[in-house]
């Protein structure tokens, strides 16, 4: 008999005991923390710097006189644009304008003596400007991207004179064309933009009264690689 109340007192504090024990505590495990992509939308404006490759071009009264004299300098100045993304898809607009010291000297015909040689012709670039839409594939913070649009330039001209003739007053011109390019652009932080771009200039043509009452017909074109900063709102 006492051995089966003590059997039965054991088997029933056994339960109860096991039942008076503490739950077991549940923790969560944390939650892994992903940084947003980044978002390309939105205004930026900026500054950019490169050099220009230019060729100048040059018929006089019908005939082929300059086929491409080198027009070369640095061109730096402002840009600002906005872009709207949808996914991968960057899709945008983008002015600028640059001033640029870029130069050309034509070529010189030398005649038979005792003439003199013609002074060649001068070559000089003010300024260019670009208004153009921009479509970009992004990926986090990189994105390439293409452009095309509207092409500005202003270019004076002076043409070459037979000596002793003092040479004529610069002429000057805008002249208005297509222009083409790509680029890369990375996201330093969220506001902070650098590229590395490429462009690719016809500026059209116009057409100029010479001093002997001919016409040039000068064009130019243009090369250019630039890098730029913006700061993105």
Same mark, same amino acid.
């Given at each position: &008999?006492?051995?089966?109340?003590?059997?039965?007192?054991?088997?029933?504090? =056994?339960?109860?005991?096991?039942?008076?024990? %503490?739950?077991?505590?549940?923790?969560?495990?944390?939650?892994?923390?992903?940084?947003?992509?980044?978002?390309?939308?939105? @205004?930026?404006? +900026?500054?950019?710097?490169?050099?220009?490759?230019?060729? !100048?071009?040059?018929?006089?009264?019908? &005939?082929?006189?300059? %086929?491409?004299?080198?027009?070369?300098?640095?061109?730096?100045?402002?840009?600002?644009?906005?872009?709207?993304?949808?996914? $991968?898809?960057?899709? =945008?607009?983008?002015?600028?304008?640059?001033?640029?010291?870029?130069?050309?000297? +034509?070529?010189?015909?030398?005649?038979?003596?005792?003439?003199?040689?013609?002074?060649?012709?001068?070559?000089?670039?003010?300024?260019?400007?670009?208004?153009?839409?921009?479509?970009? @594939?992004?990926? +986090?913070?990189?994105?390439?991207?293409? !452009?095309? =649009?509207?092409?500005?330039?202003?270019?004076?001209?002076?043409?070459?004179?037979? %000596? $002793?003739?003092? $040479? $004529?007053?610069?002429?000057?011109?805008?002249?208005?064309?297509?222009?083409?390019?790509?680029?890369?652009?990375?996201?330093?932080?969220?506001?902070?933009? +650098?590229?590395?771009?490429?462009?690719?200039?016809?500026?059209?043509?116009?057409?100029?009264?010479?001093?002997?009452?001919?016409?040039?017909?000068?064009?130019?074109?243009?090369?250019?690689?630039? =890098?730029?900063?913006?700061?993105? @709102?």
């Amino acid at each position: &008999m006492s051995a089966t109340v003590a059997l039965g007192a054991i088997l029933g504090i =056994g339960p109860a005991s096991s039942a008076d024990l %503490p739950a077991r505590a549940y923790t969560k495990a944390p939650a892994m923390t992903v940084d947003p992509a980044y978002d390309w939308s939105g @205004f930026y404006v +900026g500054g950019h710097v490169g050099y220009l490759w230019g060729k !100048t071009r040059v018929i006089d009264d019908g &005939m082929l006189t300059e %086929p491409g004299a080198p027009t070369n300098g640095v061109v730096g100045g402002v840009l600002a644009g906005y872009n709207w993304q949808r996914g $991968p898809l960057v899709l =945008g607009v983008e002015g600028d304008f640059g001033w640029t010291g870029a130069h050309g000297t +034509g070529t010189v015909a030398l005649p038979p003596p005792p003439a003199l040689p013609r002074t060649p012709n001068l070559y000089n670039m003010r300024w260019d400007s670009h208004v153009v839409g921009k479509v970009g @594939f992004a990926s +986090g913070q990189w994105m390439i991207f293409g !452009t095309g =649009g509207l092409a500005i330039a202003d270019l004076n001209f002076q043409e070459g004179v037979n %000596p $002793p003739a003092p $040479p $004529p007053v610069l002429t000057g011109g805008k002249y208005t064309g297509f222009s083409v390019g790509g680029g890369v652009e990375y996201a330093f932080n969220r506001n902070l933009l +650098g590229r590395l771009q490429y462009i690719y200039d016809d500026f059209g043509s116009k057409n100029y009264l010479a001093a002997d009452g001919g016409i040039y017909r000068v064009s130019l074109t243009g090369q250019t690689l630039r =890098g730029a900063l913006s700061w993105k @709102f």
